[in-house]
């Protein structure tokens, strides 16, 4: 039931982002950017797309990535990405549609990226998710993963901690008006394990408060 609770929340979902992560949670996209591979027209998938963040920086930052599938379950999320990039006038080279990530509707080796911005945690079958993720991707290609974890230092752990526990789910509660969704993004948050993806390299942000994963699929 994740979509529908991202569903409820996508017209607060971009301001409570930025709110909630005093903005860092746009430098931590661009910082997936960084990671791309060193090669020209770039095809990506952006899986959990939501409302088309990523994607966009993708295409706003990088002169390698030419075109972008972003896919998502919530479809009020990619309704208001649609928006976003087309008011942005990324129309010819964002394409978004419905989809889960557990069964992705590509044929294999058809992408040279796919990357997943903070929807890893939310699918309950990720090593059914991540294996699609790999058949999708040609050989040669990058599978790049940004999601929240967990900062190493204890006193920074700490005032994470109870940053998430107490204020995060009261702030994003009473603007979006629903506390579950913000009580269920700290949870997730604080029970996701990364014993999935640990063979990656981990690249940390802010302390560790974000990692971005990368691996490569084998040539
Ligand atoms: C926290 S949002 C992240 C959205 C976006 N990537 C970003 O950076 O803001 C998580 C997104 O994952 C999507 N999601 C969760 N499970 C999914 C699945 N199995 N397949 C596709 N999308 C999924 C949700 O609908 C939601 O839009």
């Known amino acids: 039931m994740v979509h529908a609770l991202f569903n409820q929340i996508a017209p607060r979902y971009d301001l409570l982002n930025r709110l909630l992560s005093f903005g860092q949670d746009q430098f931590w996209r661009r910082k997936v950017v960084d990671y791309l591979p060193e ?3 770039l095809r990506v998938l952006d899986i ?11 295409v706003q930052k990088s002169r390698q990535v030419t075109h972008v599938t972003g896919v998502d379950m919530a479809v009020q999320m990619l309704r208001l990405g649609q928006d976003k990039i087309e008011k942005a006038g990324f129309s010819a080279c964002i394409e978004l549609q419905p989809g889960d990530a557990h069964k992705l509707a590509f044929q294999d080796d058809s992408f040279d990226v796919v990357t997943v911005a903070f929807g890893l945690r939310n699918m309950p079958r990720r090593d059914q998710a991540l294996s699609e993720m790999m058949r999708v991707l040609r050989p ?22 109870l940053y998430f526990r107490y ?12 506390y579950e969704a913000y009580r269920y993004l700290n949870q997730s948050v604080e029970t996701f394990s990364s ?3 640990d063979h990656m390299t981990a690249h940390r942000l ?4 974000a990692t971005i994963y990368v691996a490569d699929k084998l040539a």
Do not use: Q, W
């Open 39 to 41: 090669r020209s027209d």
């Open 48 to 58: 959990a797309t939501g409302t088309a963040d990523l994607a966009l920086m993708m």
């Open 195 to 197: 014993r999935e993806i």
């Open 140 to 161: 040669g290609g990058r599978l790049i993963i940004l999601e929240f974890s967990m900062p190493k230092n204890p006193l920074i752990r700490g005032l994470y901690l």
């Open 167 to 178: 204020v995060l789910p009261r702030i994003g509660g009473f603007i979006s008006g629903d």
């Open 206 to 209: 802010c302390f560790g408060v």
